[in-house]
């Protein structure tokens, strides 16, 4: 059965810092891994996908890499403003003929002016 | 374009009444999703479609609870009989045709509180 879990549930830092999320699952087949924010009663944004077949993705100050073999992906957030602060979901899909996606519980990031 | 939208965004209804939620898949989309977000279970999978079918049905919690997606559009999950831990978040999501590549983007979501 594929679980994932974030370290750490929560997290505060400085506007400007660099921060690293992480998130690990304990089946390396996956098909692939997407990262979502979530702001206080609102639905997901998706962030970013990576295929199982890809390393990292990138979009603007967010990067993503994904690391299958050990069951690891980490979400870095460069240069943290205010605006960042939010719950960041990672979610798999399984690499059986699945179409669901299975989420951690989620970190918690507050990023004080 | 316009995203994926969901209504009522809230809803409060006694115990033992029945519910239905709708969803409007972002236009184009032929694969949607149900999935219930609350407070002890995070976020889990409750229901796939492919057109109008439900070829993943595996998330449903109960007998109690069933979903119809009709014109390959909108679709209504359907809750009877609610009780008290059907309360949640439920949150609809759709992607772009039948590979497993495609984001899944969601909606804002129903929140059910059942009294």
């Known amino acids: 059965k594929q679980e994932v879990t974030q370290i750490p549930a929560a997290l505060s830092v400085p506007e400007g810092e660099n921060l690293v999320l992480n998130c690990s699952f304990t089946?390396?087949?996956?098909?692939?891994l997407q990262w979502f924010r979530q702001d206080p009663g609102k639905g997901l944004t998706s962030l970013l996908l990576i295929q199982s077949s890809q390393r990292e993705q990138t979009s603007g100050r967010l990067n993503a890499s994904l690391d299958k073999s050990s069951g690891r992906s980490t979400l870095y957030i460069a240069a943290s403003q205010p605006g960042d602060s939010a719950t960041y979901l990672c979610?798999?899909?399984?690499?059986?003929?699945?179409?669901?996606?299975?989420f951690g519980s989620g970190t918690r990031l507050l990023v004080r002016p | 374009g316009a995203g994926v939208s969901q209504s009522p965004s809230n809803k409060v209804t006694e115990k033992g009444k029945d519910v239905e939620l709708r969803c409007d898949p972002i236009?184009?989309?032929?694969?949607l999703y149900w999935y219930r977000q609350s407070l002890g279970q995070g976020l889990e999978f409750l229901i796939y479609?492919?057109?109008?079918?439900?070829?993943?049905k595996s998330g449903l919690p109960s007998d109690r609870f069933s979903a119809e997606r009709t014109g390959g559009s909108v679709s209504t999950l359907t809750i009877q009989r609610t009780q008290q831990e059907d309360s949640a978040v439920y949150l609809c999501?759709?992607?772009?045709?039948?590979?497993?590549?495609?984001?899944?983007?969601f909606g804002p979501g129903t929140r059910l509180t059942v009294t």
């Open positions: 479609f492919q057109g109008n079918s439900a070829p993943d």
């Open positions: 979610a798999v899909r399984r690499g059986d003929s699945s179409y669901k996606l299975i």
């Open positions: 999501a759709s992607s772009l045709g039948q590979s497993r590549s495609y984001e899944q983007y």
């Open positions: 089946d390396s087949a996956i098909y692939n």
């Open positions: 236009s184009g989309h032929t694969a």
